[in-house]
């Protein structure tokens, strides 16, 4: 594993205070780092369960909690680093009280969780370290569906709907509404009455309309009554005026309701934004036809046939490779439930979610039987049960291939190897980002397991970019062809990269939606002003600002990196790569101890992580910034 040239420890983001507990050793903090992890508090956060085994520090298995408070004991121990949480529950927690009548299958066991509001029957003082990652959470209404949706920009997604007090749920949502119908009418009169009311206070605060009431005159005093008893006596001693009949109907006097007007723009940039997010995928993919049918052809022949295959799909980033297997199966599944297809099983696996390759095992048994076990168990159970429990065929989807090497690249070799079985009825769909992985990085009994089912996606040229956004922002008219020109040609013209592209005209919806002077629409100098936000940008600016040597380093990394399709290289790799392209730009190498320096100088700034220790030339080396970013910023 590979480690930062410092090493990655706990560390408290500011001084801490002592304020809360002025007699104790705790200090009290906003937030904390551990290594590249940043928790501050009021943070939604995944922590490790330890009785999971393997799979403790996994999105299915883990606890989900809100951090309310953070602290060191000062005890000086190794668990004096504490965090104080509110528990989120999963539905199989709740299964164990017998008493609840709710009807469990309409809970998503895998990311709806629950906001304990009980008593104290988990301890809430836990150890910070224990935490692993953050996490996003959205309420929803009682009623709503929980979507289908696990992550959000690479963090783990989870939803509620109800709280759980030790006994009965409750709706999220209608706990204020509730509590406010719970009043008296005593107790409601006091709220209003009370001059000190807190919940007064809190209703003029929140009152939107409260600068258009008007004061009215004073009066010398005010009668405050406090119960129904107060009232009758009020009707009764009240002696100042003879009631009078009134000759008609009074005329109550209407409020004229406020217009709030809604402009128009906003609700087309808003719907913008949401058609350009990376994570939208649209009814028809276009520029990629040829890719779909081959793909289509592929899995809907072996799923016919009743056979079994293989096929590798390789592309470089951002290409639509993921985009377009996930079409195929999207309408292979609409023919299998109109019954014009046979009954098969689909399942999508992300070497990028993985903590360790050998975790995939794990994964496919939990999607084929519902069981968990750990990985050295689950390629024992595949390996002999794989087809003979499941009539239906297997189509699994594995992205991100290149991230399930290891050194003996059994992993990879299994894959492969499955389909090749007569009777294990699977289908692998195969999915990297470098071309000729197969060839550099695996052995020879694993390539001839891959065979020559291999598809290519090319990188997107700035007409085809050009498409695909016009495909998402024609109908809504936000965007002036101009602008959209500018970004296809500026993308294309170094990566092709579409999710780039998709980013950049969303920060210019961004942009032209904050500036009131424009007129609806998003123009070329919107555009213009979101490419230099992305250029001025850190990472930017210090590779721009580098030396020539790191310059070229920067670049023989990158290199490397597209050539083996691996994230890690060694130094000697590196060198070698390095001598290469300085030859090629006809500039002089620099010898072993120059472009160590460089390497040094980029590892202090944090856009290169290098290898701990004096391994020399097996020294391993990784980018901390994307190829795109060292593209854009040399060309």
């Not at 809100?66 to 668990?79: E, H, I, M, Q």
């Not at 990269?497 to 424009?518: G, H, N, P, V």
């Not at 070229?552 to 990196?561: D, P, T």
Request: hydrophobic residues 35%; charged residues 30%.
């Amino acid at each position: 594993m590979l480690t930062e040239s410092e090493p990655e420890v706990f560390k408290w983001i500011g001084m801490g205070s002592d304020i809360k507990q002025k007699r104790t050793n705790k200090k009290f903090h906003e937030s904390f780092s551990n290594g590249c992890l940043v928790i501050r508090k009021l943070d939604y956060v995944t922590i490790s369960n330890e009785d999971a085994g393997d799979l403790s520090d996994t999105t299915e298995e883990c606890f989900i909690a809100r951090v309310l408070d953070l602290y060191d004991d000062g005890s000086g121990s190794d668990s004096r680093h504490r965090a104080v949480v509110e528990w989120y529950l999963r539905p199989k927690d709740l299964k164990q009280n017998k008493r609840l009548s709710y009807d469990f299958a309409s809970f998503n066991e895998k990311n709806e969780v629950f906001r304990y509001c009980g008593k104290k029957m988990w301890d809430v003082d836990i150890d910070a370290e224990s935490i692993f990652s953050t996490c996003r959470l959205i309420t929803l209404p009682e009623r709503e569906k929980v979507p289908d949706r696990f992550y959000d920009n690479g963090e783990p997604l989870f939803y509620t709907r109800f709280s759980y007090n030790g006994v009965k749920l409750t709706a999220e949502m209608s706990i204020q509404v509730e509590n406010a119908s719970n009043l008296s009418l005593n107790e409601a009169r006091r709220c209003l009455f009370d001059t000190n009311s807190p919940v007064k206070e809190e209703i003029e605060k929140k009152s939107p309309f409260r600068s258009f009431y008007s004061s009215g005159k004073k009066r010398k005093s005010i009668t405050v009554i406090n119960n129904d008893r107060d009232l009758k006596k009020r009707k009764l001693f009240s002696d100042d005026e003879e009631p009078k009949k009134t000759k008609g109907k009074m005329k109550k006097k209407m409020k004229k309701k406020m217009e709030v007007k809604c402009d128009e723009n906003d609700d087309r940039f808003e719907e913008a934004r949401r058609s350009l997010h990376v994570s939208m995928l649209p009814t028809h993919l276009p520029c990629r036809e040829s890719e779909y049918k081959e793909i289509y052809s592929f899995v809907k022949g072996k799923l016919e046939s009743g056979s079994n295959g293989c096929v590798y799909i390789s592309g470089f980033p951002g290409s639509g490779k993921t985009a377009t297997v996930l079409e195929v199966m999207k309408n292979l599944t609409e023919e299998r439930n109109n019954e014009d297809l046979c009954d098969f099983k689909f399942i999508a696996l992300n070497g990028m979610k993985l903590t360790d390759p050998q975790q995939i095992y794990v994964q496919m048994v939990k999607e084929l039987t519902d069981q968990k076990m750990s990985s050295r168990y689950a390629i024992d159970y595949l390996t002999k049960n794989l087809g003979k429990w499941r009539k239906e065929q297997i189509v699994l989807l594995v992205d991100e291939l290149d991230l399930l090497y290891t050194k003996r690249q059994e992993v990879l070799y299994n894959l492969f190897d499955w389909p090749s079985r007569p009777k294990a009825r699977l289908i692998v769909v195969a999915v990297a980002n470098t071309m000729n992985l197969p060839e550099r990085i695996m052995t020879n009994r694993v390539v001839s397991r891959v065979g020559m089912s291999r598809i290519t996606f090319q990188p997107y040229t700035f007409k085809q970019l050009e498409e695909i956004i016009n495909s998402r922002v024609s109908e809504l008219g936000t965007f002036v062809p101009d602008a959209i020109k500018l970004v296809a040609r500026k993308v294309g013209a170094v990566s092709g990269d579409a999710r780039r592209a998709l980013d950049i005209c969303r920060r210019a919806t961004e942009i032209a939606d904050k500036c009131q002077s424009r007129k609806g629409s998003v123009g070329v100098k919107d555009v213009d002003k979101a490419l230099q936000e992305m250029f001025s940008s850190p990472k930017f600016m210090a590779i721009e600002n580098a030396s020539l040597n790191e310059q070229m380093l920067l670049r023989a990394i990158a290199a490397q990196f597209s050539h083996s399709g691996v994230e890690e290289c060694t130094w000697e790799d590196v060198y070698s790569s390095l001598v290469t392209l300085c030859r090629l730009e006809g500039i002089s190498p620099p010898n072993e101890s120059q472009a160590c320096a460089a390497c040094f100088q980029l590892a202090s700034c944090r856009l290169i992580i290098a290898q701990d220790g004096r391994k020399d030339m097996e020294q391993k080396i990784r980018l901390n910034v994307s190829t795109d970013d060292i593209a854009f910023a040399l060309n």
